[in-house]
């Protein structure tokens, strides 16, 4: 089944940077865009930045020119670097593919911006 482990969150300064990592099992990994969420409490799971199999990566507007995805087919991981964070910044990011697949979601990693 598919499995989808993040890491790299945490609590960090307004206009710090983060790097997290996402690590894909029981899928073809280099056949799907891959993507990350963020979700915060009382609010749906909302499309942060996606990659698609041609590498070509998509950011919502809040975030651009901020954070970059990446991704490695070899290792089936696929990563966001977050800079200049701000507070609304602030949520639990999941990966997953896009379109995500529905009952497959990770843990997700939390990452807080505040000073």
């Known amino acids: 089944q598919v499995q989808l482990v993040e890491s790299g969150g945490g609590l960090v300064q307004p206009g710090g940077s983060l790097r997290l990592s996402c690590t894909a099992s029981?899928?073809?990994?280099?056949?799907?865009?891959m993507a990350w969420y963020r979700q915060t409490p009382g609010k749906q799971r909302d499309l942060v930045a996606s990659?698609?199999?041609?590498?070509?990566?998509g950011y919502a507007e809040p975030v651009k020119g901020r954070f970059t995805i990446s991704r490695d087919n070899a290792r089936n991981t696929v990563d966001l670097q977050m800079s200049s964070l701000k507070p609304e910044d602030t949520g639990v990011y999941y990966c997953?593919?896009?379109?995500?697949?529905?009952?497959?979601w990770g843990q997700g990693t939390q990452v807080t911006v505040s000073s």
């Open positions: 997953n593919a896009w379109p995500a697949f529905s009952g497959s």
């Open positions: 029981g899928i073809i990994f280099r056949s799907n865009t």
């Open positions: 990659i698609t199999t041609a590498f070509r990566p």
